[in-house]
T-cell receptor, first 113, second 110 residues
Framework: AQSVTQPDIHITVSEGASLELRCNYS??????LFWYVQSPGQGLQLLLK??????LVQGIKGFEAEFKRSQSSFNLRKPSVHWSDAAEYFC???????????FGAGTRLTVKP | SQTIHQWPATLVQPVGSPLSLECTVE??????LYWYRQAAGRGLQLLFY??????ISSEVPQNLSASRPQDRQFILSSKKLLLSDSGFYLC?????????FGPGTRLTVT
C-alpha cells in the first residue's frame, strides 16, 4: 500500500534562509508525486507535481522539488524563504487516476523575521 | 478556468443534529470528486470519492454519507452528528493525476 512520510512535524527558518522539506514515499509502481501548501483556515493549493521526465520540477512561488527514485524521496526546496511562506506543507503520492492519493501528515513551517 | 465552491464556510451544530455540506465544481466535466476531513493539527483523511453520478466509494465506515446527484455536485451528510465529527472538511476534484481543493468548511459539533 502506498504511504507518505514527512519526518519533520515543524520547521523554523529565518526569512531569507534556504528551505528543504523532506518527503519519503512508499509506492508499488511509478508514483505521481505532489506538494501542496495550506494556509491557516484555507484549502490546499498545489505547488508542484511530478509525473515523469526531468526529476527536478519547478513549481509556483519559487519552489522546486527533486524526485530521487533510489531514495524514495521527493524533497521540496526554496532558496530564499519569505515570511508569506509560513504555512503547512503536505507531500502526497498517487496514481494517474487521481483517486488513489495519499497524503503525509504535513510539516508546519514557521518563518522568523 | 475551473473553480470549486464549498458551503457553508463555517458551521456550529449540536450533537445529534443532521448535517449537509455542499460542494460544486465549475468549468470541468465528469470530474472525480472527493471529501476529506482534517482534524486539528493532523493530516487529511479521505472519506468518500466519486467517479460519476450516483457512484460513491467510502474509505472509512462512519456515520457520514455522501451523494452525487449531479455531475459537478457532491454532498456530505449525516443524520446525527457526533462530537468526533468536528473538523475541517475539504472537497476536491480531479480529472487526471492531481487534485484541486475547495476552501473548506469548518464544522464544530457542540
Amino acid at each position: 500500500a502506498q504511504s507518505v512520510t514527512q519526518p519533520d512535524i515543524h520547521i523554523t527558518v529565518s526569512e531569507g534562509a534556504s528551505l528543504e522539506l523532506r518527503c519519503n514515499y512508499s509506492y508499488g509502481a511509478t508514483p505521481y508525486l505532489f506538494w501542496y501548501v495550506q494556509s491557516p483556515g484555507q484549502g490546499l493549493q498545489l505547488l508542484l507535481k511530478y509525473f515523469s521526465g526531468d526529476t527536478l520540477v519547478q513549481g509556483i512561488k519559487g519552489f522546486e522539488a527533486e524526485f530521487k527514485r533510489s531514495q524514495s524521496s521527493f524533497n521540496l526546496r526554496k532558496p530564499s524563504v519569505h515570511w508569506s511562506d509560513a504555512a503547512e506543507y503536505f507531500c502526497a503520492v498517487g496514481a494517474s487516476n487521481g483517486y488513489d492519493m495519499r497524503f503525509g501528515a504535513g510539516t508546519r513551517l514557521t518563518v522568523k523575521p | 478556468s475551473q473553480t470549486i465552491h464549498q458551503w457553508p464556510a463555517t458551521l456550529v451544530q449540536p450533537v445529534g443534529s443532521p448535517l449537509s455540506l455542499e460542494c460544486t465544481v465549475e468549468g470541468t466535466s465528469n470530474p472525480n470528486l472527493y471529501w476529506y476531513r482534517q482534524a486539528a493539527g493532523r493530516g487529511l483523511q479521505l472519506l468518500f470519492y466519486s467517479v460519476g453520478i450516483g457512484q460513491i466509494s467510502s474509505e472509512v465506515p462512519q456515520n457520514l454519507s455522501a451523494s452525487r446527484p449531479q455531475d459537478r455536485q457532491f454532498i456530505l451528510s449525516s443524520k446525527k452528528l457526533l462530537l468526533s465529527d468536528s473538523g475541517f472538511y475539504l472537497c476536491a476534484w480531479s480529472v487526471s493525476g492531481e487534485q484541486y481543493f475547495g476552501p473548506g468548511t469548518r464544522l464544530t459539533v457542540t
